[in-house]
Nanobody
Framework: QVQLVESGGGLVQAGGSLRLSCAAS????????MGWFRQPPGKEREFVAA????????QYADSVKGRFTISRDSTENTMYLQMNSLSTEDTAIYYC????????????????WGQGTQVTVSS
């Protein structure tokens, strides 16, 4: 099992930036895919981005491509989500998650989750 703790959420004006962090600990996860999901108010949790921990390859949802960047520091066991050009539609609770095996954008295929961090974008 992988323990995940998010940080870095907050209130930001539209057009601004935030960087989220996800500190990971527990079993080794060199074969893991790590992902960011978000849950807007009243909506389902949705895929945002994912990164292959060992190789660094990435995937993004179309809604954030070109604005968000996922990265990781394997020496610090920390994953990041740099969010630029934020809009009110990005308001959500952001979760980091982990799964062993291949790529997935399906939340039910991720077996370890953090508690989430709130991101609120004001107009």
């Amino acid at each position: 099992q992988v323990q995940l703790v998010e940080s870095g959420g907050g209130l930001v004006q539209a057009g601004g930036s935030l960087r989220l962090s996800c500190a990971a600990s527990g079993r080794t996860f060199s074969s893991h895919v790590m992902g960011w999901f978000r849950q807007p108010p009243g909506k389902e949790r949705e895929f945002v981005a994912a990164i292959w921990w060992s190789g660094g390859a990435t995937q993004y949802a179309d809604s954030v491509k070109g604005r968000f960047t996922i990265s990781r520091d394997s020496t610090e066991n920390t994953m990041y989500l740099q969010m630029n050009s934020l809009s009110t539609e990005d308001t959500a609770i952001y979760y980091c998650a982990a799964r062993s095996g291949g790529w997935s954008r399906i939340r039910y295929e991720y077996h370890d989750w953090g508690q989430g961090t709130q991101v609120t974008v004001s107009s």
